[in-house]
């Protein structure tokens, strides 16, 4: 017998930097700004944080106040909509 396993919820930030991501690929090749995202999320601390978190997986590249978009996760959202 195995056992069911229990997807933990996700967290504020994991739903944040969900939200970034999303909005950086569906605006995809126009590039969002940090300024963006604060105002259409509505709390820049949250932002700065997902976006720091992000550029460390390498989903996202941060050049000044501009998001974006690594070859590595528009490849890995192409193939997810394949």
Known sequence: MQAKRI?????????????????????????RTMPEMSREIGNKEAVERAVRRLSDFGLIRLHGQTLLLTDAAFHCHRLDSL
Request: hydrophobic share 30%; net charge positive; proline share 12%.
């Open 7 to 31: 997807r933990p919820r996700p967290s504020e930030d994991e739903r944040t930097q969900r939200a970034i991501l999303a909005l950086v690929l569906a605006s995809h090749p126009h590039h």
